[in-house]
């Protein structure tokens, strides 16, 4: 649960934000774009790419190559601007969120990386590299993101926004629905895939998107394997 003094900060700062609404629309699409153009760069950085800001919005702007970085890292941009902008449409849906459209995100974000993957639950037991935490075979991941489904759109629709949104975020690394690519182990889109999902799932509730920097990704990394070895045990449907 949120400790009682961040929880008043968020709530402070949400006011705020509510209090300046509704806001010109100039200013909404120069802070969409800022916010995308970040929220890409540090999402795909968490996962390795070598692009810096300032590529990552070249590749958004002309869709052009850059010199010295591969065709993977360059269609890791532009699938993540078709995956925000996949979110943003159910953002204004009233639909619930289920394992369909996780696996439409999924889709998109390792669209023309993995064709075969993409979408595509793992038929393989994986491991986290770095990680001791072992996911659930194979065999289980179809009932457990049913279960995640049905917690989503069940009892976590009493917790407050904010924990929704993480704890719907820490449930999709435990499960780890997605398999490595067949091109280089670790681009599963399992991470992206799950910070897609999370704010979705803010944006839903009136919160703005979440970007964790990649400056803080050693700390992301490691408040997230202590979570999930500590909860490892318990059914994401629970």
Excluded: C
């Excluded at 065999?139 to 489904?149: E, R, S």
């Amino acid at each position: 649960m949120l400790e009682p003094r961040l929880l008043a900060r968020l709530e402070e700062k949400k006011a705020a934000l509510d209090a300046l609404r509704p806001l010109p629309q100039a200013a909404v699409r120069r802070l969409q774009e800022q916010l995308t153009v970040e929220w890409i760069y540090n999402s795909n950085a968490i996962e390795g790419n070598t692009l810096t800001l300032r590529e990552t919005n070249l590749i958004l702007e002309t869709g052009l190559t850059i010199g010295g970085k591969s065709l993977r890292e360059h269609f890791e941009v532009l699938n993540h601007k078709e995956a925000i902008d996949y979110v943003e449409s159910l953002v204004k849906g009233l639909a619930p969120v289920t394992p369909f459209e996780v696996r439409q995100i999924h889709g998109l974000v390792l669209a023309r990386i993995d064709d075969e993957e993409a979408g595509q639950y793992r038929r393989a037991q994986v491991t986290i590299a770095g990680a001791d935490y072992r996911p659930p075979e194979a065999w289980q991941v179809p009932q457990l993101m049913a279960d995640w489904g049905d917690w989503l759109n069940g009892p976590a629709q009493q917790l407050h926004p904010v924990v929704r949104a993480a704890l719907a975020h820490h449930r999709l690394v435990v499960v780890h629905p997605f398999p490595s690519t067949a091109l280089r182990t670790g681009v599963d889109g399992n991470g992206r895939t799950a910070r897609l999902v999370m704010n979705l799932l803010l944006m839903r509730d009136g919160y703005p998107p979440t970007i964790i920097e990649k400056a803080h990704r050693r700390q992301y990394e490691r408040v997230l394997t202590a979570t999930v070895l500590l909860h490892a045990d318990v059914p994401p449907g629970l």
